[in-house]
């Protein structure tokens, strides 16, 4: 292995919720640059794992470090650790009373105090990036999901971050609009985006994944490269799993 | 897309014409209507001692209204306090705000007026506009406090991650992503709010403010006409009700026309 420093170390994270065991002693590294692909059935604590890492759902137990800085540490900033780490969510959650472009300037110019301009003219780059500048002066409920979904990426970027989480961006999405979403993340990570996803879409795995982290009742079962993980799973569970989706 | 349609019911107003809604709409005209043929009718068949009441009242109009202003303000201002402390993760926030509410809504308004009154006037010697305003606006701010609650829980908490993911702490989200989009669910509840809030100042008359009814009630007194004067201010008190509702109604539709482009 080489000797990169991890930007996320994840180091035997427990989470409850009530008396339920969702995150199972789970540890994991991401290296920058690296694309991580979370798999696992529903209900396997993959999205959980996720939320931890920007602190929406606080551990109960173990150590999460982002770019040197222990998340569950009051003396470090939550805030400031997750202007460096985007996400997109499930179901966009696009800000409904702003405009595609207030979107992704409201946090730029609120938080770095970049001027209204600057904002702007950087927002529209990043609209043009992922196809939407024709509907900057548009409001999220007249767009498509697909559309929804590829704002809310360019909104995350916005803040310039180290890091973008995924939360199973392509699941809400009606079938012939996955393609459109898939295509800006892989352009994404062609440009060396650090990216942590957890999806359903295998294609994508394979083709963007460095490595694959198969995930079943809050533990982590499998870490390999995507060709390793699908032609020669290792776990038994891994090989059911990937017997019933392929 | 998840999305969660709350409408909030407060009805204790005015019933709000709703265009989809014909019989209210309807409703809404004959009142309107039939309280302006009324008037009409009274001022020009008995001039006297019609015209002579209504001559005396605006005085008490203008005053009814600014207490109604000044009331809502408070109590807009106390409910914010109040919905977010009902919301608060704060211990001791929460509870103060619960307490509040708990309190002021079990007392009946007119006991608060007369409370408020005569507490603060052993205190502090304030006008009595000014006690009836802190009275009325401490008890609505109690009401307008669950107003709030229900308008900032009706946004989805997708929202509220969606900010805090960028790096918004708690109270800029509140601020810059969740108050702006409550706002819509909550301004109808507030308007009712609003109507009730003016049907109420009526009682503020017993506090010595020369509101509409006081200024009645002087008349009345002088002139021994009770029947005439409060069949007077009966149809003034409709009448500004009615106009009232009719705005609402109209802002209301511009506000869901506003969500639905």
């Not at chain 2, 008890?139 to 107003?147: F, K, L, N, Q, S």
């Not at chain 2, 109270?171 to 108050?179: F, G, H, K, N, P």
Request: hydrophobic content about 45%.
């Amino acid at each position: 292995m080489n000797a990169v420093n991890p930007i996320i170390t994840i180091t035997n994270v427990v989470k409850y919720f009530g008396s339920f065991r969702a995150l199972d002693d789970v540890s994991l590294t991401v290296e920058p640059g690296q694309k991580v692909v979370v798999l696992g059935p529903s209900g396997s604590g993959k999205s959980t794992l996720l939320r931890t890492i920007n602190q929406l759902e606080e551990i109960s137990s173990g150590s999460i470090v982002i770019d040197g800085q222990e998340i569950s540490d009051p003396k470090n900033d939550i805030n400031r650790i997750r202007e460096e780490v985007g996400m997109v969510f499930q179901s966009f959650n696009l800000f409904r009373h702003k405009t595609v472009l207030e979107n992704l300037t409201l946090a730029p110019i609120k938080l770095k105090k970049e001027p209204v301009k600057e904002a702007e003219k950087r927002a529209m780059e990043l609209l043009e990036k992922v196809g939407m500048a024709d509907k900057a002066a548009s409001f999220p409920v007249q767009l498509s999901g697909g559309q929804q979904q590829r704002v809310a990426i360019a909104r995350a970027l916005a803040m310039t971050p180290k890091i973008m989480l995924f939360d199973e961006p392509t699941s809400a999405l009606d079938p012939e609009m996955i393609g459109e979403v898939l295509e800006v993340m892989v352009t994404l990570a062609r440009e060396g985006m650090t990216m942590v996803v957890v999806t359903h879409e295998m294609g994508f795995a394979r083709e963007v994944g460095d490595k694959v982290v198969f995930m079943d009742e809050g533990k982590i079962i499998e870490i390999a490269p995507p060709d390793q993980f699908f032609d020669h799973p290792e776990n038994e569970r891994t090989r059911k799993f990937l017997e019933q989706i392929l | 897309m998840r999305e969660k349609k709350v409408v909030i019911e407060v009805g204790d107003g005015a019933a709000i014409p709703d265009p989809n809604d014909e019989g209210l709409f309807t409703a809404w005209r004959i009142s309107f209507f039939g309280t302006i043929a009324i008037i009409v009718y009274l001022l020009v068949a008995k001039p006297d001692p019609y015209v002579d009441i209504i001559k005396f009242l605006p005085d008490g109009i203008v005053v009814t209204f600014k207490v109604t202003f000044a009331s809502i303000g408070l109590a807009l201002i106390l409910g914010l306090i109040a919905g977010l402390g009902r919301i608060s993760k704060n211990r001791w926030f929460n509870l103060a705000a619960s307490t509040y509410i708990e309190v002021v809504r079990g007392i009946p308004l007119l006991v608060q007026l007369f409370y408020i009154y005569f507490a603060l006037g052993n205190l502090i010697r304030v006008p009595d506009m000014v006690a009836a305003i802190i009275a009325m606006g401490f008890c609505y701010g109690a009401y307008m406090g669950e107003v709030f609650r229900a308008g900032i829980n009706s946004i989805d908490d997708g929202q509220t991650e969606a900010s805090l993911s960028l790096g918004f702490n708690r109270s800029q989200t509140m601020r810059y992503v969740i108050l702006p989009q409550a706002w819509r669910t909550i301004l109808p509840p507030v308007g009712n709010e609003f109507i009730a809030l003016l049907k109420d100042t009526s009682l503020v008359s017993i506090l010595a403010v020369s509101d509409i009814l006081r200024r009645g009630r002087e008349f009345a007194s002088e002139s021994f006409l009770y029947f005439e004067t409060y069949t007077m201010i009966a149809l003034i008190y409709l009448l500004i009700t009615l106009v009232l509702s009719k705005i609402l109604s109209n802002v209301e539709n511009r506000l869901s026309h506003y969500e639905r482009r």
